[in-house]
């Protein structure tokens, strides 16, 4: 049983060394990692060849492609394409993995042969020197993957086959391509079966400004918005109301920023019975879970 690691990077040439070394230093043997250029044009190819090179051993293959089209989505796709592994684990490049968390993720997969998605909890680093951890939830999981991000990108691993069977990555979505996914992979038939790694978090996620969501929602609302109708699409019949929610959690951060335009664009899009409208309007003020057993 082996995995495949796909890092999409596009013009880090200054960081990204911080995430190879991470996955550079794993304990788990044997590892293949996929790097992505992804149109660069500030020596990043250079750096990720160098790095590919002076790594190479018979237990740890490093290969390096090109995606010119720029686009995350399009990057991990053509990523995902290129393993040939059971298992496949998506990573970024301005983030790092502890020495051990691919050796954790893996004796997990082979404790349970029947796995099809693994999850853990990651630690993410903001401003000031504040961290925060968020989890991998094993319950209610459409609802924490839409409205917590509970599939984003670094929090779990699947097998190779289940990413393909669900598409892969959807390039039509601008930023919550990670939730989108998360969506359909929750709603595959038959539903792969999920296990959560326990224990303390082993990824350190740097929320930056030119992170792919960023630092501000309203600054990118439009896109939101329409990465919510998309994802609505998406959702079980009845379940309409979680898009709604996220309408009003979006509204909610809009009116934090300073930006009551957008929020009130966001609630104006919030539909369905008057009672789920009104309860769903009330999480631009409210968080979502404190109205959840209201619907």
């Given at each position: 049983?082996?995995?495949?690691?796909v890092?999409?990077?596009?013009?880090?040439?200054?960081?990204?060394?911080?995430?190879?070394?991470?996955?550079?230093?794993?304990?788990?043997?044997?590892?293949?990692?996929?790097?992505?250029?992804?149109?660069?044009?500030d020596?990043?190819?250079?750096?990720?060849?160098?790095?590919?090179e002076?790594?190479?051993a018979?237990?740890?293959?490093?290969?390096?492609?090109?995606?010119?089209?720029?686009?995350?989505?399009?990057?991990?796709?053509?990523?995902?394409?290129?393993?040939?592994?059971?298992?496949?684990?998506?990573?970024?490049?301005?983030?790092?993995?502890?020495?051990?968390?691919?050796?954790?993720?893996?004796?997990?997969?082979?404790?349970?042969?029947?796995?099809?998605?693994?999850?853990?909890?990651?630690?993410?680093?903001?401003?000031?020197?504040?961290?925060?951890?968020?989890?991998?939830?094993?319950?209610?999981?459409?609802?924490?993957?839409?409205?917590?991000?509970?599939?984003?990108?670094?929090?779990?691993?699947?097998?190779?086959?289940?990413?393909r069977?669900?598409?892969?990555?959807?390039?039509?979505?601008?930023?919550?391509?990670?939730?989108?996914l998360?969506?359909?992979?929750?709603?595959?038939?038959?539903?792969?079966?999920?296990?959560?790694?326990?224990?303390?978090?082993?990824?350190?996620?740097?929320?930056?400004?030119?992170?792919?969501?960023?630092?501000?929602?309203?600054?990118k609302?439009?896109?939101?918005?329409?990465?919510?109708?998309?994802?609505?699409?998406?959702?079980?019949?009845?379940?309409?109301?979680?898009?709604?929610?996220?309408?009003?959690?979006?509204?909610?951060?809009?009116?934090?920023?300073?930006?009551?335009?957008?929020?009130?664009?966001?609630?104006?899009?919030?539909?369905?019975?008057?009672?789920?409208?009104?309860?769903?309007?009330?999480?631009?003020?409210v968080?979502?879970?404190?109205?959840r057993?209201?619907?």
């Amino acid at each position: 049983m082996e995995l495949t690691i796909v890092i999409p990077v596009r013009n880090r040439a200054s960081i990204v060394g911080r995430t190879l070394r991470s996955v550079e230093s794993q304990t788990f043997r044997p590892l293949t990692v996929v790097l992505v250029d992804n149109g660069s044009s500030d020596g990043t190819l250079g750096v990720l060849e160098r790095w590919a090179e002076s790594v190479q051993a018979p237990d740890f293959s490093v290969k390096v492609i090109s995606e010119p089209e720029p686009g995350a989505a399009r990057a991990r796709n053509a990523g995902l394409k290129a393993v040939e592994t059971d298992w496949t684990m998506f990573f970024d490049s301005d983030d790092i993995m502890l020495p051990d968390h691919v050796e954790r993720a893996m004796k997990c997969a082979l404790k349970h042969p029947e796995a099809g998605i693994i999850g853990w909890d990651v630690n993410v680093e903001l401003r000031g020197g504040v961290s925060k951890t968020c989890p991998f939830f094993s319950a209610d999981m459409i609802y924490n993957n839409v409205l917590h991000g509970g599939f984003a990108t670094l929090r779990y691993m699947a097998r190779t086959e289940i990413f393909r069977r669900a598409g892969g990555w959807n390039t039509e979505v601008r930023v919550w391509d990670d939730i989108e996914l998360g969506v359909r992979l929750l709603t595959l038939s038959p539903l792969p079966v999920i296990y959560r790694v326990n224990g303390r978090p082993t990824v350190r996620v740097y929320f930056t400004a030119d992170s792919i969501t960023g630092e501000s929602w309203a600054g990118k609302a439009d896109d939101l918005l329409r990465d919510i109708d998309l994802i609505e699409g998406l959702l079980p019949t009845g379940m309409e109301w979680v898009a709604n929610l996220k309408r009003g959690q979006l509204a909610r951060v809009c009116r934090k920023e300073g930006r009551p335009d957008m929020a009130a664009k966001a609630l104006a899009r919030i539909s369905g019975t008057a009672w789920r409208k009104a309860v769903c309007r009330l999480s631009a003020r409210v968080p979502s879970d404190l109205l959840r057993p209201l619907l």
